[in-house]
């Protein structure tokens, strides 16, 4: 990555793993592991962990992250938490989009516009996922897409808010799969958010956006990942459940 112009993000995703004592555990295990770190730490945790992972990460250099937002402020929205109650609680961060929000429930790329949008209202710090399934990848539309999807979330995202923007490129066919993007294919989708960037907002938001990489990043692989020019850090799923695996990424990505 290019460390002059941007900060490295390593953020673990939960996704639906953890009690609230188990994440007071985990986080525990994790902060001497982590602190020393030279790159932001996040975990993004259920809605129900997150006061538990607010508690446990207090003093530390771990900030907490929620795995969704609804768009609206209020209502009659059963089920739904919204930015004002994620931000009260104490996080920080919130992923948007993550292609098993799309597969499973219905996201489409204007609530994750809409989503996006109420988070920074509210000043949280939104990781917007954008992916190729294989099926797409092999039809050749990745660039296309990815371009399409970075440019559908930021929909009315200022050049100013971009500062408080994560994306995180998560090929469908490598999340929870075991197969990671090579190295090159990695640097190649990143690439192509950032040129959507680049065609949306100039150079200058293009070069300071952090971009992740995510999709079966482990302790073995984050290193060379981490070191591709448009990579700035990871989402990671299954690795970021173990308290020293997610801290041989970090170190990976704090050299
Ligand atoms: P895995 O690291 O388990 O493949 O999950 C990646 C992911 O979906 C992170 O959001």
């Not at 007071?24 to 020393?36: F, S």
């Not at 988070?119 to 399934?133: D, F, H, Q, S």
């Not at 408080?164 to 192509?192: C, H, K, L, R, S």
């Not at 680049?198 to 990043?217: C, P, R």
């Amino acid at each position: 990555m290019n460390k002059e112009t941007r900060k490295a993000v390593i953020a673990g995703n939960w996704k639906m793993n953890k009690t609230p004592s188990e994440t007071t555990a985990l986080i525990n295990e994790m902060k001497p592991l982590v602190a020393d770190a030279n790159c932001d730490v996040v975990l993004c945790v259920p809605f129900i962990d997150i006061a538990a992972a607010v508690e446990a990460a207090k003093g530390s250099n771990i900030k907490i992250g929620a795995e969704n937002v609804h768009f609206k402020e209020s209502g009659a929205y059963t089920g739904e938490v919204s930015a004002a109650m994620l931000k009260e609680a104490g996080v920080e961060y919130v992923v948007i989009g993550h292609s098993e929000r799309r597969t499973y429930f219905g996201e489409t790329d204007q609530t994750v516009n809409l989503r996006t949008l109420a988070a920074l209202n509210a000043g949280l710090k939104p990781i917007i996922c954008v992916g190729e399934t294989l099926e797409q990848r092999e039809l050749g539309y990745t660039e296309t897409l990815l371009k399409f999807q970075t440019k559908m979330a930021l929909t009315n995202v200022s050049a100013e808010d971009m500062k408080n923007v994560i994306i995180a490129y998560e090929p469908v066919w490598a999340i929870g799969t075991g197969v990671t993007a090579t190295d090159d294919q990695a640097d190649e989708g990143n690439g192509f958010v950032r040129a959507a960037l680049l065609e949306k907002y100039g150079k200058d938001v293009a070069e300071a956006t952090t971009i992740q990489y995510g999709g079966s990043m482990n302790a073995k692989n984050a290193e060379s990942l981490v070191a591709k020019y448009n990579v700035d850090g990871g989402l990671i799923g299954g690795a970021s459940l173990k308290a020293e695996d997610f801290s041989i990424i970090v170190k990976a990505a704090s050299k």
